[in-house]
Every structure is written in C-alpha cells, then in structure tokens.
C-alpha cells in the first residue's frame, strides 16, 4: 500500500462523483423506496418510527397521570389500567429507547469512521422492517383489546397460562422477538462495521468515543438480548404447548423467568445508557471545542460498564428469598457500577473546564443529562443497599428513580443529539430559541413530575395501582406529578413544533455547523447516498481539527459498483477491496416470512412448519446471487 | 483545472479474501456468539430446574437412550470430514473439490434430520410431562433451529456450486460455511452431554 501523490483533474472527478450517485442511489418508485438498503435511510426511518413510538408511549404516561392526578378517579379501569401501564413500559423500552439509540449508531457511525455503506446492508433493512412489524403487532393487540397487562417484565406466574387467560401475553412475547432479531442484527452490523470499516489510520484507540459507546452497546446486546429471546419463547411455549417450565406443580420455577428476564433486563438499561454517553461526548467535545480529557479513561470506562452491567441483574430480585451471600454480592455491584460512570462525569465537567464552551442547545442537554442522571445515579446507589431495597420495593420511590435514570441518561442525550446531528441529517438548523424552551420546560417537567415520586414511595404508594382513596394523603403529590407530565408533553410539543419548523424554515446548516472534530461532518449536509466523494483517511482522534494541508485520500476504489474499502481490525491498515449488495426487495419478503411465522405462532405451533418453508424460501430468493447485473457488464467491458 | 492530492491507491488490494479478513466471517462469528449465548441460556436452564427437585429425570420420565443420540454424534464428528476437506478445497480456489465435497456434506445435512427426530424420541419424556421433558425438549429445539439453517444452507449452497452463477468471491463465503458447520457440531457437543449423559450421575 502505498502513498503516491496524483493529480485530479476537475472532469475524473466529476464523472467519478456521477458514477457514486449512480452506482448508490436507491432505485426509483415504490418498489426503490421499499428496498433502500442506505444506512442513512434506514437509520432515519428507525428514528421517526421510534419516536411515533415515543408519541404513542407519551399519551400512555398522560393517560395514567391523569387517571391517578386525584384519589378515586374513574378514567381507567382497572384492567385498562394494567393495559396502559405495560404498553408504556414495553413501548418505551423495546420499541422506542433501544431502537433510536441503536439507530443513531447505524446512521451516524459509518459517517463518522468514513465508509460508505453499513456492513451487511441488506440485513440492516430486514431488520426494520421486523422491527416495525413487532411494532404493529403490538398496537395491534391494543386496538382489539388483546393488550399485554402484566408488566413490561411480565412476571409468572401472572404471565403464564393460569392467570393470563386470551392472548395478550402471547403478543408481548411475540413482539418482544422480534425486536430482539432486530437488535442483535444491528449489534452484529455495528460490530463488523467498525471492525472492518474504519478510514485508513482510524486505528482503534483514535475512534470516535461515540463509536467505542455503539460497539460496547454492540457486544452488550449480543450477550443479552438472547436471554429474553429464549426466556419469551419459553413463556410462549408454557402458553401455547403446555411445557412446564415456569410451573411449579411440575417441577418447573418461576424465578427462572425473573432470573432470565432481568439477565437481559439489566444490561438492557446501559444498552440505552451506553450510546447516550457517546452522545455526550460527542457533544461535550465539540461544545468545549477542545479534545476530550482522559480520552483511555473514558473508554476504559465504557467497557467496565459493559462489563459490570451483567453482575446486576439480581438487584431487581432482592425480596425473593435468594441467600444472602448473593444478595450482598449484588449490592456490591451495584454500587461499583456508579463508578466508571462517575469517571466519565468528571472527565467532561474536566474538558468544559479546559475549555471554551459554548452554551447552545446541545450542551444544555448534556448538562441537563449531568444534573438528572446523578440524582437517579444517587438513588440508585441507595436501592443498591438491599436493607433499603426491600423497604421501597415496588414502590413509587423505584418508579421516581428508574425515570430519572432513563430520562436523564437516555432522553436528555438524545434530545441533545436531535439539535446536534439534526443539520447534518436534513442539512438545516433546529431554531435555539425554541430548543431552549424545550430545554427548560423538559427539565421543570421531568422534575415536577419524578421528584414528589420519591416521597410518594417513601409514604407507601404502590406501583400499578389504578387509584388510591382520599385518606392515603397521596393526592396532592399526585396532582403535582401530572403538571409535571403536561410540562413534558408541551416541551415535547415545541420539540416537534421545532422539527416541522426547521424543515421549512431552518437556517442551511452547511457542512460543518459547529466546527465539530469528527469525519461525519467532513462531508455534506446531508450526506450522499455515498457519503463520501472521495473517501478519508485520519491521523488522530480530531481528524477535522488537525486535518493537515497534504492529509491523503482513498483512490482506486470503484464507482461503477457499490465498493468499500475493507480495513485491518486493530490498526485500520488497507486490506480488500469488497463489493456491497444491491438494494433488493427481499429483505421485506423475508421480513413478511418472518413476520406471519412469529404471528401464526401465537396461535397454533404450526406455525413451526409453516415458517420453517416460508423463511427458507424467503432466505433462498434473498441469497441466491442473481448473476451480474448488466450496467455493471457494460462497465466492466467498457474498462477493458 | 488539476489539483495534486496525495491518494492511498486501493485499486490493487484483492476481493477475494478469508478468514478474519473477510466481513462474513465476522458476521457469521457475531451469530455463531448470539447462538451459542442462547444455547447457553438452555443449558444454564436445565441444570437450575435441576436443583429443585431430588430425582433427576423426575417421574414420569425414564432415563434418557444413549443409542441414536451417541449414533448422532459419531456422524456429525465424522461429517467434519468432508467439510474441512471442502475448506481446504475452496481455500486452493478448487471448483471440482469444492463441488465434490459439498454434494457428501449434504448428505451428511439431510441425515441429520432424521438423527435429531431420533434424538428427540430418545429423550423418553414428553415436553409437557413436567419441566424436565420441557427443557430437554426446548434445549433440543434451539439447537435444532441452527441444525435446520444448516441443512438449508449447505443443500442449497451446493446446488448454487453447481449454477453458472458462481464466482470466485464466492469462495470465501464456502469457507464460512464451513466454519458455521464447526460450530454447529462443536455447540451440539455439550448439549448432548448435558441432555443424555447428564441425567446418569
């Protein structure tokens, strides 16, 4: 491999950069937009099926905080109710905090270590689509009544076939599948991608801390999402084909579901933490405008907390009777989890001091991240210690700490985020003024709301009650938390007020609106479906802030055909040259395949046989190469 | 107009590449590591329902046969065989020895079908008898999962060897296979220690 200095004239590049656009943009007409396989495209449609999601969630979280907003009110009903409560928790977790936040990788990482496409493109749009499909299901279950009432962690024996009769609980665990195939996927796609994929010279310890946060979320997911894979299929097999597992007259034990449920459970929670920490310094760096301090450190930390997060999950199963021994080796964790995250805390505070911050938008939301997070992270350590523990369990105090946490580690970053790579992904600015009202209306809501939960708990209130009497001494607290919510629903207002407004009316953003350090803001707003015209290579973690006068590109890669290059592991060296697929309609046939086998499965076991035949006609259509296609023949005749 | 740019030239870096050089190789590593996490899940299973009860198999179920499930392993040991004889074969770029050696490993694939419907009968225990049948039945069928992907794959791979449509980059991906296979036989490996061996202790 060598570095020769060569000359580009203005006409090779020009025909060089109609020959990208052509040989990477989607095909036209429906069929075109149903088989894009650009990251870029599929990461944007996760991102605003997500935050439909999120919508959907958000009136579920209004609904109980207005059916609970005085003692003995009548809005719900008690089996609505339970309904409600468990579409919020499975909606926001499965189908809206992991998907964005992993969406966010499959856009932005590739941008961001300067590659063209995802690896495994075709794969990637498969998994959205059985995303979307676990999504509807879902909603689906809702509209005939048939909505999962027991808990986003649908706990047995109420879960199983005893006590939940119909099919509600089946859909949750069907949905519950499919969106774990669509995250794995994704971890295995972000993984090879940043393996593999990484500009020439991005060696491993000059990544992006953002990238280092997708590939730790990466081999998180990989370890624990197979656990609720099993564990719902299991639950599905007591319903449906009388196995036993979770039965205790037959040998069987219901705590093998809370320990399988929250082995995944718990790592699920820093699968949603983990990205927003890159968000964070993504948005800390470029806002200090000065590199990040402790850059080893931070990454050190990220991997420990990948690590620690699996040594948790007993936490949550501190009133079940385990020993002892075991309890106190749980709390242990779960106090020395606070740890690399409190390095991480003090290492951006350290990079704001050195440097010279500018308070927009983005940063306002990283600090609000800093202030909410660390009173949940206070929290956290307190129901760490089991004595405690068993004291609020099941209270409102956990329900107080648990949105802390996940609003403030996950909700704050990825706000944060939205005003942040917003103008590379549509190329125009999000308004400040109206981001700073969503800034302060957000924090007041999430404060009002959450915070008088910590005395509701610590007064007694129960989760997953549908209401309460008038002499409990609950109900002005209550009434409290549900101006707290409508706090949140208007600035969540001014949020997609801003949004609409910027597509019209927003400033250009340009190419580099924040004079950020990373390659994703090398190239234009937004990106080509090619990404790069001429791809980069880097020389250290800041490549646009050092970028020197004679910094070298990639040459020599086609662009007849969807070709990448292809780097070594560790040190990014130039290795193979490789040849992506061509967007194709069959990863939503597979999905479909997929889709009707998980469903057909709620009902009968047939559904075995059926799927086996369908996907495997799905799978043969998708892999079986279809020869050459004949512009590329043309082409190849032509460069003989 | 001509502006001089320093440029790595990557026009002469190879396609066809294997092992940890190739995306697929990772790819399928990534999916053999979320497998093998999901057997692991069943096993880890199987030996908690175990310490709640004091007879293991509990009654109604009788111990386990050895016969086919031990038959079953011989012949996947054995199908190694021939599947490493077609890696080293698509490794030399060898179409003919590549052929060949896919067409016998299908036929390894299809018995495979029929061993696994033995190994479930030699379980002696109906899956909703009580949680030990359940989990052998489940631990079985996770494993059986990848035995049919497997199967599909390999037969129709080789057809796909013996279509026009092959090219050399293709090579690349019947090593992969290959290392899928490896997978699939080592992973079956402990289960099979733990389903029929296991219940003897």
């Not at chain 1, 609950?474 to 919510?485: D, P, Q, R």
């Not at chain 1, 040190?571 to 309609?585: G, K, N, T």
């Not at chain 1, 997929?594 to 499965?601: D, K, M």
């Not at chain 2, 980059?169 to 992969?176: E, G, K």
Request: net charge neutral; proline share 7%; charged share 15%.
């Amino acid at each position: 491999m060598t570095t020769d200095a060569i000359q580009l004239d203005t006409e090779t590049l020009e025909r060089e950069r109609r020959e990208l656009e052509r040989s990477w943009s989607s095909r036209p007409g429906l069929l075109g937009w149903l088989s894009d396989t650009d990251h870029k495209s599929v990461g944007k449609r996760y991102i605003v099926t997500a935050l439909v999601f999120f919508l959907l969630g958000g009136i579920e979280a209004a609904l109980m905080r207005i059916q609970l907003a005085r003692p003995e009110n009548a809005l719900l009903d008690p089996d609505r109710y339970n309904q409600i409560f468990t579409m919020h928790g499975t909606t926001m977790m499965f189908l809206f905090a992991v998907p964005i936040l992993t969406a966010a990788g499959l856009y932005l990482v590739p941008l961001m270590i300067g590659t063209r496409n995802i690896a495994f493109p075709r794969l990637n749009l498969y998994g959205y689509y059985v995303y979307l499909i676990g999504g509807c299901l879902l909603y689906a279950g809702l509209l005939v009544n048939q909505a999962p009432d027991a808990g986003w962690f649908s706990y047995v024996p109420l879960a199983g076939p005893e006590y939940s009769l119909g099919k509600r609980i089946d859909i949750y665990a069907q949905t519950v599948t499919f969106t774990e195939i669509s995250a794995l996927i994704t971890s295995v796609e972000i993984i090879v991608t940043v393996f593999k994929q990484r500009a020439p010279g991005m060696s491993l310890n000059r990544m992006p801390l953002f990238v280092w946060a997708q590939l730790v979320t990466g081999f998180m997911v990989m370890f624990a999402m197979p656990w609720v894979a099993v564990a719902t299929q299991f639950l599905a097999a007591d319903r449906l084909v009388d196995t036993r597992l979770f039965d205790p007259s037959a040998g069987g034990e219901p705590l093998l579901w809370q320990h399988l449920f929250w082995f995944f459970g718990h790592p699920e929670v820093y699968i949603i933490f983990v990205p927003a920490l890159g968000f964070i310094s993504s948005i800390v760096e470029t806002f200090a405008r000065r590199p990040i301090f402790g850059y080893p450190v931070m990454v050190l930390s990220l991997v420990i907390t990948g690590f620690l997060s699996f040594g948790l999950w007993v936490h949550h199963m501190f009133v079940t009777g385990i020993p002892q021994l075991s309890e106190s080796f749980f709390s242990a964790m779960s106090m020395m989890i606070a740890i690399p995250t409190g390095v991480q805390i003090f290492c951006w505070i350290a990079t704001l001091w050195a440097g010279r911050p500018r308070f927009r938008v983005p940063l306002l939301f990283a600090l609000g991240f800093v202030v909410v997070f660390i009173i949940g992270g206070f929290t956290g350590v307190m129901v760490a210690s089991v004595p405690y523990d068993i004291q609020v369990h099941d209270t409102y105090f956990v329900v107080a700490h648990l949105h802390y946490v996940l609003l403030g580690g996950a909700v704050f970053p990825l706000f944060g985020a939205f005003y942040f790579w917003w103008p590379k992904v549509t190329g125009r600015m999000l308004s400040e003024r109206l981001g700073r009202w969503h800034f302060w209306l957000f924090v007041i809501g999430v404060n009002l709301t959450f915070f008088p939960m910590h005395q509701l708990g610590l007064a007694g209130m129960p989760r997953r009650i549908y209401t309460y009497l008038p002499e409990t001494g609950w109900g002005t607290l209550n009434l409290v938390a549900t101006i707290g919510a409508m706090t949140i629903a208007a600035s969540v207002a001014v949020f997609l007020v801003n949004l609409m407004w910027s597509l019209s009316e927003g400033a250009p953003a340009g190419d580099d609106p924040w004079e950020a350090p990373t390659l994703e803001w090398a190239t234009t707003s937004p990106p080509p479906p090619y990404n790069f015209h001429l791809c980069p290579t880097v020389q250290g973690r800041s490549p646009l802030w050092q970028r020197p006068a004679d910094q070298p590109v990639v040459s020599g890669l086609r662009t007849d055909m969807r070709e990448i290059l292809v780097t070594t592991m560790l040190d990014a060296e130039p290795d193979s040259r490789m040849r992506l697929p061509e967007p194709s309609v069959w990863p939503l046939i597979a999905a479909i395949a997929t889709g009707v086998t998980f469903i057909v499965l709620i009902f009968t076991p047939w559904g075995l046989p059926l799927g086996a035949v369908l996907l495997t006609g799905a799978f043969v259509g998708w892999g079986w190469p279809r020869g050459k296609d004949q512009r590329l023949q043309r082409s190849e005749e032509r460069r003989r | 107009m001509t502006a001089p740019v320093r440029a790595l030239d990557a026009s002469r870096l190879p396609t066809t590449v294997f092992d940890h050089r190739s995306h697929m190789w990772w790819g399928t590593l990534g999916f053999m590591l979320i497998e093998g996490t999901t057997l692991f899940v069943c096993v880890a299973s199987y030996y908690y329902l175990r310490v709640n009860v004091t007879d293991w198999p509990p009654e109604p179920a009788a111990l386990p046969s050895l016969f086919w499930p031990t038959l079953h392993v011989a012949v996947l040991l054995l199908s190694l065989v021939p599947v490493a004889l077609a890696d080293r074969a698509a490794r030399r770029l060898d179409l003919a020895g590549l052929r060949r050696w896919f067409v016998v490993a299908s036929l390894f694939a299809l018995s495979f079908l029929y061993l696994r419907w033995k190994d479930f009968e030699s379980l002696n225990v109906r899956w909703d008898a009580n949680a030990y049948g359940s989990i052998a039945w489940m631990t079985a069928g996770f494993h059986g999962t990848i035995l049919m992907l497997q199967v599909v794959e390999t037969v129709i791979f080789t057809g796909f060897l013996f279509s026009g449509d092959f090219d050399e980059r293709h090579f690349s991906d019947a090593t992969d296979s290959a290392f899928y296979w490896y997978f699939f036989v080592g992973s079956w490996i402990p289960l099979y220690l733990t389903l029929y061996l296991s219940p003897r202790l």
